[in-house]
């Protein structure tokens, strides 16, 4: 990434309905009137179902929309039950989030997560790739072999880096409110920035209003994936505030 910005992108994963988009004029009018809204970028990623209906409700806020995954095939096709990232441009969507564990975990391999990649830069999308390693790969000390052979092979054949931000989230830290040591944290940013040295790299897992404090004083991190925490509109803005004091 070349450009500056500090990114606050919100995971509603399965959650939400029609009904969750009244609390978003909280979020729009926050950020107008936040001082640092011309550093801080903030992407919502709702359920495919709440794409159009969300990008509708930020249009002129600058907060923007993105998609939680993928199909592999950037064209259309007999895949029923997939959507695929040409369409969830054409709904509004301008990023999608690729490789999160909780996919990699219902069997998305580093293979299928670098095609998923390769069609959604394709459709011209921005990746949100996700990386991270479980508690037992924690335990054995192998974090940074898991860490770099899933960007290697994730980010396999991809000539092109602009467009992809990668999000560390240890599996271990997701949904669990563990977060890592500030200096274990510190130095896996530093290592995954020494391998891929043009991409934004952020932070994602239990992040919420109270540890963001401990969080946002580790400097190389350049923003906060946040899931369970910014379903809630007044929390995720409290994030957000709180990372600037
Ligand atoms: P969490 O989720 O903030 O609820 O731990 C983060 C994520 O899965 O992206």
Redesign the pocket.
Known sequence: MTNKYMYF?A?W?MFGGLNSLNSLHKIVKFFKTFKKNKSIKIIYCPPNILIRPMSKKLKNSKIEVGAQNCHENDTYGAFTGSVNSMMLKNVGAKYV?IG???NRQSGENDRLINLKIKSALNSGLKVIF?IGETLKEKRKKITKKVLNLQLRKGLNKIKNNRNIII?Y?PVW????GLIPKSTDLSDTIDFIKSKKKKNKVLY?????PKNIIQLRSIDNIDGF??????QDAKKFIDIIKKSFN
């Open positions: 992108i995971n994963k989030i999160h564990s909780e996700c999000a989230e830290s997701i949904g669990t994602g897992g239990s992040v919420n994936l946040v899931g369970g925490a910014s």
